[in-house]
């Protein structure tokens, strides 16, 4: 233990790297950055994560030099902050939180509020002026210790707490006055003593070494563990500890506590924006039971203008101001910071990349090139391609009066009003009459396709992000509302929940951005697409590799007529006596058609509808080619091959058909036949797949369907659930699972490559229009993305991303 | 051309080394070796498969030197068989085959009787002294080699053929008078000369390298290059020629022909066991117009007594029967062999392995072992497994009268005969009055199990050999024809397509090996196992690598209660409330149920089902432990695992459900939680889950609908298709398919075993029982395989079959 295994921050300065997170875990080495730069940060000390594994090693205690360390760094806190543990008339208070090399939020022990004892409650009451709030901090500091620390069942105090409401006869904690809380506290640490057979610590260093271990023992505790588990982390990593001095801002008028942004987060103007209390705490900030106001006057809500933090306390707005700048530039990005003012001294509690809007992204990025903060590189990489969308799209108005009514998954982004009609038919009859509609259905099917197009956007009771409604819906880059479930239909009406009834005809607002549904129009925004956004699309093609993003490839069609109507004629155009084609249509109900007689399956067992498909793209091929003098190689791409020999028979009468067509009107033609992998059979065997096809297209729907053996149009049951239990941090059929369908295609590509050396590669389907997909796609060396045209700016942010972050 | 390319047969002798079949392609090979043992094959040459790619550089023509080298080798026949090319006295005819290294049936082009022209049909007629024979032999070879050889569209010929019988008043070709065949001759030869502007070759010379020619030829014609693409077989193998002499059993009353086993092939008695016809051809024995007659006592029929081969040519059927014991010694094997007599003189035509029902295969091996021809290893291997599952069902009685009603598929082995009746209901009422039942159904579901208990055997008009009826009935070891579609079931009737009606009650069959449905009962034979059956499984079990076979292991059991009573019952076992059971089941209601909510992932989604189940288990365990005294290790497993995370969470409430079940009965117990691979994506993380799981057991049935995207359920509407036209061998579910499904398994078990050095490997499945995949897994080096009970024997065949053939 000759080496050092506790490290002090504070006073501009800090004893460790900041660099070392896997020692100091990530929010220890955070506040070690800060109190470097030179910001004045409450001054603390971490206890390193390998002595995480010490305090293991010793039988699970905290061994005498390392106690000796500890308190030498508390010295130094002391020294920093002009308070003393223990003492009566400055007591110093410290936070004990856990902090590993990565984030595990909720899964370890916090004690907040400890150093404070019946001395120290002295000096709290003087210092606040307020014995109620004091002896409410004392009681909570009590539940959470007696709780975390040592191991009692918190139900016993809780049960204290009732009885005296009771007794008391009031309802909530809040209305009990400063005797009672008093009292309770007496009570509480008699009932600890008589439980636990020992007296609550008065005595702060007993409490810090006592939370210090709780922090080491919660480390191990079945919700870490389990986490760990789920996450690929590993045990011996072990948490570091962070204890660091309280300040507080409810101290008096002289003390405030506030968050701000360095630019304005919503529009990106360069501008400090943000909010403060005057004597008040963080969460009072948040609660919104008083409102909060400006920092400077760029921040004044016009509505209800407020006086500034600059105009009460110029001093200390001017060290912030100072602060705001001198982070900017350390960190190169726009940073959202938590402050605290105690007793005219200002500091800073947290800082970090601030959130931001689409628009103010796109801003802020545009600036920071133009004050050379970044380069045309990161400016691209500062705009998430996910934000791109909203971008595109129209959005409700924030400000607008609006009454929610139901919620459902936000399945296509933007926002549309319209009269309720509840069938296909009947949208596309009003949209006719110029209605605008909305079109309310339990669940849509390709039967609605015109219907939905009529309308303005799409209600649906049942299905998924990826149900057909959503899938269809961004397609067509048209608002739409999935699986809202308190809807329930009948006829030409809907029920909701509450009982409350709309009918057809009513109007209705989709928010598709956010999943909601609202009475009547409400005012919306339109999609402003600035100059900045072109500056941005302009640098991020520079640097894409992906070749040309493609539009939708669709693959030789999958169908079989139902209706008389249809069978008839297609039977006509087939030249098959009608029974035949009916008895087939027939012989046909699957059990679980996902998995039955599809794609190249009808090319195999019904080959004239492929050759009649194949005849008709080369018919309009040769067209153009002769009288337009384009310049085509048509591309013939055999869906749900699985197997080689499918893929042969199929070939080789397509090339047949084509060589009759090409023959027939004496053109001089190249053409390309490959398949879809879509199948983890296909991916397996595409070594010998690529004899045959001479390009792939990744069908990743279709893939992620087999490989995870899951029915997109079913996974509504269970899958939301994964993706809450983070058993998939995202749904696979949002963004590529990687992990499995990405370890499927990146054989496929090595296997393929391996038979066919320039094979091209591509995916077809929604995952091109997704950002992290298509980063994927790029590092597996695909030569092209294909996605709706309203994803396209999307696919090309997320490209240039791909290359960027590489 | 230093090098020889054509190769001399005859006479006891061959030029070439019979071993070589790259070189002479399989048939000529055998040829060669027949010859060289020293049997009288008909004297012949081979042109070796490089002259094929000689012929392509030649610019498809024979070389000058090469029809020198044929020449030389026709001189050697000729003088060999003591006829000549174009000879009026004694012509020689020959054949003219194609002969890959592989079997290519159908795919390539023959001709027969070449030599046949104006000179030679009069000793021909001479010879025959049949006029009508030659004549009719003629006209067949103009057609066959006009079409072959010249390239002439056969429809010409045809038609004059057409022409010729409207003319004289007659139907089938066999009305026409020699006269009538001899103007036919004329007028084809006259149409050729028409039609492809040169006469029909006279010159034999001519015609075998014309034959020669079309042969190379036809080596790249469509179908053949299509099938070798199919088979993975390369162009560059190229075809060898085998031209060899024509001789004929039907010269006159010295003269017959015949096919002989060295054994009996249907009860393996060591007998020679043959027929034959006296003045005839081969193709007239398999007619069936004349009754063969037996070659010696053994083979006569007792019902209809004829004279033998042995009394009418006793010296022949002395040199046969020594040949007989010749090619068993040589080849150490039962021989089926086709022989000619020429005028007194014996030719063996072919020589192979002969067919053999299952009870010969095992009384033959026995025999053969004790005769010391084979050791144990050897006879264990000459017993297919999958004859195995005749032995151990009922067969019918082959020489029963019997109406054939319909046919079906052969999805259960075995054979019953019952009362139909129309639902499971109505089966187990009947059954339980005594009555024997045939249970008739659309398709089978769940909710017939108990009635197919009770039946004898199942008939289904829907469903393939791996349908819900087919795997249940298997399983349970009974007769079950399914898929039989000329079945129409109307209430409680069913009506055939021929009109036939067959009500509730009357009496069926069902040959479950065959897929026949009879009329009323068909006399059936009991299984017998001899003590040679025992024989064999004794030796088998002596070589057997894969540890003890196992019974089909059961995952945690998939289910949701429907009916209202089975809700009730449910929800209080479990203690939820029936409403919130009622909604999640009626939630439930899915497109593609095969890949929905299902296996794990109610695990995941309702805990309490597995809780239960493992809770079960364990009981049943500590009871057997502490009561029984019994040594218990009980495997959990868990069915559907796609991510590690899935198990980690079930593993883990598991775990804590299984120490309380422990704890409670104080018993010491140790236990395995392991997981199914059953999805592609497991397969390929598979080094992730064996970080969890202790053991992994593949579920092939699922892992194969997944892999290659067809539901076992609905495959019936293609995969009949897919495995008749060749793109697979053989219905993937009903042997594993190794090149997809079993890479998957490959790569499992590889990434499994490098997480987890000795996880434990095994299947469970159907697949389990079944001879090829048998051996793919014992490939595979898992530990143990699992099948149904009465599949055990087939099982443990296949597994020795394994070990030998490695």
């Given amino acids: 233990m000759s080496k050092k295994n506790v490290y002090f921050f504070g006073n501009k300065t800090a004893e460790g790297d900041p660099k070392d997170k896997n020692l100091f875990g990530g929010k220890g080495a955070n506040l070690m950055e800060m109190t470097k730069i030179g910001l004045n940060v409450p001054p603390g000390f971490i206890i390193t994560t390998e ?17 000796k360390e500890i ?12 308070k003393k543990f223990g003492d009566s008339e400055k007591p110093l208070l410290v936070s004990v939180r856990s902090g590993a090399r990565v984030s595990m939020p909720g899964m370890m022990d916090t004690v907040l509020n400890l150093g404070l004892n019946e001395t120290t409650l002295v000096g709290l009451i003087k210092a606040y002026n307020n014995e109620r709030f004091v002896y409410d901090s004392y009681r909570r500091f009590i539940q959470m210790y007696s709780d975390v620390v040592m191991g009692m069942d918190s139900d016993i105090l809780e049960h204290i707490l009732t009885d005296i409401k009771k007794r008391k006869g009031v309802k909530l904690d809040t209305e009990l006055s400063d005797t009672d809380l008093k009292e309770l506290c007496i009570l509480f640490k008699n009932e600890v003593k008589k439980v636990m057979k020992q007296d609550f610590p008065e005595n702060p260093y007993e409490q810090l070494t006592g939370a210090i271990e709780a922090v080491f023992r919660s480390w191990n505790n079945d919700r870490a563990k389990t986490y760990r588990k789920m996450n690929g982390y590993l045990d011996e990593w072990g948490t570091a500890v962070t204890v660091q001095s309280m300040v507080f801002g409810n101290m008096g008028d002289d003390c405030a ?3 701000a942004f360095t630019r304005n987060p919503s529009t990106g103007e360069h501008a400090h924006y943000g909010e403060f209390l005057v004597n008040a705490q963080g969460e009072d900030v948040v609660a919104g039971i008083r409102t909060p106001q400006p920092i400077n006057k760029a921040s004044i809500d016009p509505s209800n203008p407020l006086p500034t933090l600059e105009s009460i306390m110029p001093a200390i707005y001017k060290e912030l101001a100072g602060i705001f700048d001198l982070l900017e530039k350390h960190y190169k990005d726009m940073q959202d910071i938590e402050f605290t003012i105690e007793k005219n001294k200002l500091y800073i509690l947290q800082t970090r990349n601030g959130k931001r809007t689409a628009n103010a992204a796109v801003n802020i990025a545009c600036d920071m090139y133009d004050e050379k903060l970044i380069d045309d590189k990161i400016a691209v990489l500062r705009v998430e391609p ?3 969308e909203h971008l595109l799209h129209p959005t409700l108005d924030l400000k607008a009066a609006k009454i929610s009514i139901a919620k459902g998954l936000p399945a296509s982004p933007g926002a549309a009003t319209g009269q309720i009609v509840f069938t296909a038919k009947d949208a596309e009859e009003w949209a006719s009459q110029g209605k605008k509609v909305i079109l309310v259905r339990h669940e849509t099917s390709p039967e609605d396709i015109k219907g939905m197009v009529a309308a303005q956007g799409i209600l649906t009771a049942l299905g998924g992000m990826t149900s057909h409604a959503a899938v269809v819906a961004r397609g067509m880059g048209k608002c739409c509302v999935s699986g809202c479930s308190a809807l329930h239909i009948t006829g030409k009406t809907f029920k909701l929940d509450n009982g409350k009834t709309y ?5 209705i607002t989709l928010d598709g951005s956010t999943g909601t549904v609202y009475e009547g129009d409400v005012p919306k925004i339109k999609p402003q697409l600035s100059g900045n956004f072109g500056r941005i699309m302009t640098w991020a093609d520079k640097y894409i590799r992906l070749k040309t993003i493609r539009l939708l490839d669709p693959p030789l069609h999958e169908f079989l007529p139902h209706l008389d109507k249809e069978i008839q004629e297609v039977a006509k155009n087939m030249d098959v006596p009608v029974d035949v084609l009916k008895a087939k249509a027939k012989a046909l109900h699957e059990l679980n058609p996902m998995l039955g007689l599809r794609g190249c399956r ?3 067992t019904f080959p004239e509808i492929y050759k009649m498909q194949v005849r008709a793209i080369i018919e309009a091929a040769c067209y153009l080619i002769k009288n337009e003098k384009m310049d085509i190689v048509p591309e013939i791409m055999i869906p749900l091959i699985g197997k080689r020999e499918e893929l042969i028979l199929i070939k080789d009468y397509s090339v047949k058909e084509i060589e009759r067509v090409i023959k027939k009107h004496g053109v001089n033609m190249k053409y390309l036949i490959g398949t879809m992998i879509e199948l983890p059979r296909a991916a397996i065997t595409a070594d010998k797949i690529a004899e045959v096809a001479e390009f792939f297209s990744f069908g990743t729907n279709d893939l992620t369907q087999t490989t995870l053996g899951v029915s997109r149009d079913d996974a509504g049951t269970f899958l939301p659930e994964y993706v809450e239990k983070n058993i998939y941090q995202v749904d696979p059929f949002v963004s590529i699972d990687q992990e499995g369908v990405g370890e ?3 054989w496929a590509i090595e296997k393929g490559r391996a038979t066919r050396k320039n094979i091209k590669l591509g995916i077809c389907g929604e995952h091109g229009g997704e950002p992290r997909s298509v980063i994927f796609c790029h590092e597996l060396g695909l030569d092209y993305v294909s996605c709706s045209p309203y994803r396209v700016p999307v696919a090309r942010l997320a490209a240039a991303h791909a290359v960027l972050k590489g």
Avoid: F, H, R
Wanted: net charge negative; glycine share 14%.
């Fill in 51 to 67: 002595m995480c594994n010490d305090y293991y090693k010793n039988g699970g205690k905290l061994s005498d030099p390392l106690i």
């Fill in 71 to 82: 308190k030498d760094a508390v010295a130094k806190v002391e020294k920093s902050i002009g």
């Fill in 257 to 259: 506590t506030g968050v």
């Fill in 386 to 388: 996910e934000q791109v």
């Fill in 503 to 507: 009918n057809e005809g009513d109007v």
């Fill in 602 to 604: 009808l090319g195999i």
């Fill in 744 to 746: 499927l295609m990146k």
